[in-house]
């Protein structure tokens, strides 16, 4: 299975930020984590802080991959244009949050792309991406 994970703003720095409430990995840990849980399975992971280079990833997504984890950070709560990528997007997609969205400030709140996945999983920081696969090949088997 090809799965595409697609990390926005700031996530590049998350060996940096409160392990508190994004847990105490940098990605390429979680990255590699993930690569050894599932042998079988094709990982590609592309991070940018530019809006524009993850719906260009995200619209290209149906063509190669099998699923799709996106963690659009800050870009959750604010990108129509995300959104709008995602719903053209035809295979299963999963939103992933590290910290857990409703003990945090309010405006972290609305979910303008999650509505545009098939599901979200906040709070569970880097095991959320695990649970995330784990839903793609679920929703995969029911297709």
Do not use: W
């Amino acid at each position: 299975m090809r799965i595409l994970i697609l990390n926005g703003p700031n996530l590049n720095l998350l060996s940096h930020r409160d392990k508190h409430l994004y847990g105490g990995k940098d990605f390429n840990e979680i990255l590699n984590d993930l690569q050894k849980s599932f042998p079988d399975f094709n990982f590609s992971y592309f991070q940018s802080n530019v809006e524009g280079e993850l719906i260009t990833k995200i619209q290209q997504a149906s063509e190669t991959f099998d699923g799709l984890i996106i963690n659009p950070g800050g870009f959750a709560h604010t990108s129509v244009a995300i959104k709008d990528a995602l719903e053209l997007c035809k295979i299963p997609k999963v939103e992933v949050h590290l910290s857990n969205l409703a003990k945090r400030e309010e405006f972290r709140q609305t979910l303008l792309t999650a509505s545009s996945c098939d599901g979200y999983i906040s709070g569970f920081k880097e095991v959320g991406y695990f649970l995330a696969v784990n839903a793609i090949v679920m929703l995969r088997s029911q297709t």
